[in-house]
């Protein structure tokens, strides 16, 4: 069970090797943090924890094998902060109704191609192709100011 203090940050861990990294970081500014395997993670769990935010680590699984592992969906439903780094934030990707999809020919590192939809939310305007000389314009404007 999550300690109840005033700033709790709670990490999922997937498997990451970077786990207790993260964890360390967040202690060194002062912030209550405690790692739980995502096999740990229930609704009840989730319900009385006193979390102010959540990691989702990354981990060596896939989300497009069907034995991924997940945490409950009433996870969005706490209203806190939420990062996925890695596979958590292919989790966060799926659970919402997005598509992850498998990068055939490109390395595991590197440059990632978004494609805009008819459904991408406003506040990623500007980060698509089409768009980037709109916003670099706009970037450049506010630099001037």
Same mark, same amino acid.
Not at 24 to 48: A, D, G, M, T, W
Not at 50 to 78: N, R, W, Y
Not at 94 to 113: H, I, N, P, W
Not at 117 to 136: A, H, I, M, N, R
């Given at each position: 069970?999550?300690?109840?203090?005033?700033?709790?940050?709670?990490?999922?861990?997937? $498997?990451? @090797? +970077?786990? @207790?990294?993260?964890?360390?970081?967040?202690? /060194?500014?002062?912030?209550?943090? /405690?790692?739980?395997?995502?096999?740990?993670?229930?609704?009840?769990?989730?319900?009385?924890?006193?979390?102010? =935010?959540?990691?989702?680590?990354? $981990?060596? =699984?896939?989300?497009?094998? /069907?034995?991924?592992?997940?945490?409950?969906?009433?996870?969005?439903?706490? $209203?806190?902060?939420?990062?996925?780094?890695?596979?958590?934030? @292919?989790?966060?990707?799926?659970?919402? $109704?997005? @598509?992850?999809?498998?990068?055939?020919?490109? =390395?595991?590192?590197?440059?990632?191609? +978004?494609?805009?939809?008819?459904?991408?939310?406003?506040?990623?305007?500007?980060?698509?192709?089409? /768009?980037?000389?709109?916003f670099g314009c706009l970037?450049?404007?506010?630099?001037?100011?």
């Amino acid at each position: 069970m999550i300690k109840k203090t005033k700033d709790n940050l709670l990490i999922i861990d997937f $498997g990451s @090797q +970077v786990t @207790q990294l993260i964890a360390r970081r967040f202690r /060194e500014l002062n912030v209550y943090c /405690e790692i739980h395997p995502y096999q740990k993670i229930s609704k009840e769990f989730l319900h009385s924890s006193s979390a102010k =935010a959540i990691i989702l680590s990354g $981990g060596p =699984a896939s989300v497009l094998d /069907e034995t991924s592992p997940g945490v409950p969906k009433c996870i969005f439903d706490l $209203g806190i902060p939420i990062l996925g780094i890695c596979y958590g934030q @292919q989790l966060m990707m799926k659970m919402l $109704g997005g @598509q992850v999809e498998s990068a055939d020919k490109t =390395a595991e590192f590197g440059r990632a191609f +978004v494609t805009k939809t008819k459904s991408t939310p406003p506040f990623l305007d500007g980060w698509f192709k089409e /768009e980037q000389k709109k916003f670099g314009c706009l970037m450049a404007t506010m630099l001037q100011s």
